[in-house]
């Protein structure tokens, strides 16, 4: 609940006003000393100033440390991922009368974002439905305006920019949206980004105050960036162990005196793993003799199996006690340790009190030469079989891992290396396993959405503790100074380890992998070609379909006022946009967002029924057999007899033609359709052998599930309270209330062509109906779906189907 404060009311909340008596030194109870990563505290943020930018997380806990208010932070790092649209308090705090400006309409699919306004550009007056409460409409963002009053003020800012088709408001109550279908705005998104983000207060330690951003990384003000010294020496130092045993250990005691330090000429201490050494800060000590010294810094590295030393610069005795800066060469690649020494000889002419190194990882660009796209970020990736993460122990390493790195031991001319380098090429636990069993994975990797084969690759994929992926790659073409051009694309699927989960990152690694298997790598690209691997992410499953019911055929039977009279009634939710399912053999996470959207139901109501009409669903056996597996789904399918049917098919379809002009300026005769086997869109005298696709429907949804109800057309016109009375019996709904009318819905096309006379009748041309009539005696048609009604459980099946009759005389 944002509006209660760490104590549990709202007396000791947010603003400075409330800082002293509620999160001041005294009731700072931070706990522990560790860093959390993917987390973010909860706890009393300076909300009130910018967060500063800030490029580590060890240089955020510094920050902290330096400010005597603070006792925690939070560091959002450049490719910041965020879950959903959560923000910490002081970023839904910053998004309150805020008016974002968007490029585009309701065209785009609705998301969940709780609190928040949503409206077109243009809206009459007094006209409720113009603003949209809960939901967004993700589109382009063309601009933020702060301290909005009102959604009308943020309106009239959208009409005076000529691109603004539609705006969002936050309003000042805004609390946030928990949803991890919510699209965070870019605006608020890319501001967060290296963003260190400082805390005073945080209750005992418990995982309820602690709020999952995605890969941000927190800790607490005691707790600061490890030494990089050998575990031995490191843990002495931790904690406070005697030096006395090694003179050179009394310059690492972190006392920064003068009161102990080393006599040891020259003076050397080695790292734990390599580390990019950027300055090292030296207290001197006084010196027995008079005349000042020269202290000299090296850096140890080692390259092609040689240990080599490299000056970063050098430093005068006569510095008063003060501590004293020494830069260093910004490319060594990585030192593994440091060496300070004087050219004079003698007891009493060194004195070096306290060192202290400022390290960072090793730059990914240092060791990997070229560089590809994940997302919109830059990322390089070691070539299979050159590096591997690696463990030193429980604490060597730590001051890599504080400084936002990873240590990684590699192959390099003259043997093997180990370095700390960025985070963000560090092979992850999902490439490494991709790697040892990459023939397995790659066998089954790179089918198209749309292969028939991707269930089966699917379930090969899981069987090898994997999971299924989608995946983009672009080359992309252009030099520094001109938009890169898009020269080709390949969408293909990919199995990566189940290790990898969410973490796309991880898994765009995997699909550079597979496609380099099939000839593009990058080694081997021209030099300004770029590769973009984009849209990566998991699969979604039929399983993970949230739908109770779908009317799911035939066109012209009445399905439309099934679907207009459903979305009356009180226990259901039914879109107006047909559900047609037009979806590979695994459906795409952007599919089921985008049908999510058809919805408008809140998670915290009372659940209603979801159901929608998809008409051609009856005819594809595929979708039937995918749609079995969505959880409990139950398809109601209503007939009509075929050859009403297909003369009402045509008559709309005709119309169509008339209406958009789509079809040029002739189309068939239903004469011509029948006799001469020509086509108008979908109507096919073959198709009205409705049993085919009846008996499939049958097979995959079979009457023992109690998921499939085949009702006939007939009875809705002759007892539509009997009809949807056995709908709403078959759904588990309450039947419609006796004063309730039914309505006809979508009669308004067969209107308009009867009263202009363009009514094709098939009554009126014998040797047409002749032909469709054989054609139906001869498969015994209208017998198979009388049959096909009554196992299905059908208590009423009409005449025309028992004896085989039509409309016409």
Known sequence: DLSKGPMGDSLCWAGWMTYQKCCGPASRRWSGCGWRRGVDYWAHEYYSLTPPKLHSPAQCQQRCAEDPYCGGWTHFPEDWRPIGCRLPLAGVMSMRRSCLLRGGADENPQTPHRGLLWGPRECPENVGGCLKKDIDHVSWELEIARDVANPAACRKICQCKEQCQAF?????????EPDDRCILPQASHAFWKARCLLKSHLVAEDSKWFLPL?????GSRSCPSAAPWREGLEKKVELGLDFTADDRHSALDGDLSRRSCSRTNPWQITFDT??????????LGDLEVQEPTTYFVFLSIQRDGRKQEVPCGNVTSNTKGRPVRVACPTSTGGATGIIVSSPKDGLGSFALCEVEPRIEPVACKDLIPTSLIIGALERRVFPKGLAKRTDLGTMAGRACERYGGGIVTFQAPGGERSSCVEALCVPSACLEVYDDHAEDFDAISGRGVWDSELEAAEVRCTELSGRFYESAVKLLEGDDESQPKVVATLHAS????SVCGEDVDAVATVALRIFAMRGI????????????IQNVRPFARWEDVDLDFLIGGFARSGTHSLQGNLMKHT??????KELTFNWGPLPMQHQLQQYEGFFRQRSEEPRLFRGGKGEGVAFSPRLLRHLWRVPGLKIVIVIREPTEWLESLYNLRAYGCREDNHCGDSYPTLEDVILKDETLED????YVEFSKSLKEAVKQFPPSSKRLLLVEFELLKQDPRTFYDRVCDFLGIDRFPTNYSFKAHSTEERKAYTAAGKKADLC???????????????RQEHQHIAKLLAQSGAPWVSRRLLLGEDHCP
């Open 168 to 176: 969002v408001y936050f309003p000042a109550d805004y609390l946030g």
């Open 214 to 218: 995605g890969n941000v990384v927190s």
């Open 274 to 283: 390599e580390y990019e050494v950027r300055e090292v800060i030296l207290w």
């Open 494 to 497: 990919l199995c990566a380890p």
């Open 521 to 532: 790598i990058l080694e081997n690209l021209p030099s300004n070609i770029q590769v973009s």
């Open 571 to 576: 226990q259901c939710e039914v879109p107006r």
């Open 683 to 686: 109507v096919r005298l073959e």
């Open 764 to 778: 009126q041309h014998p040797e047409a109906l002749e032909k469709v009539r054989a054609f139906l005696r001869e």
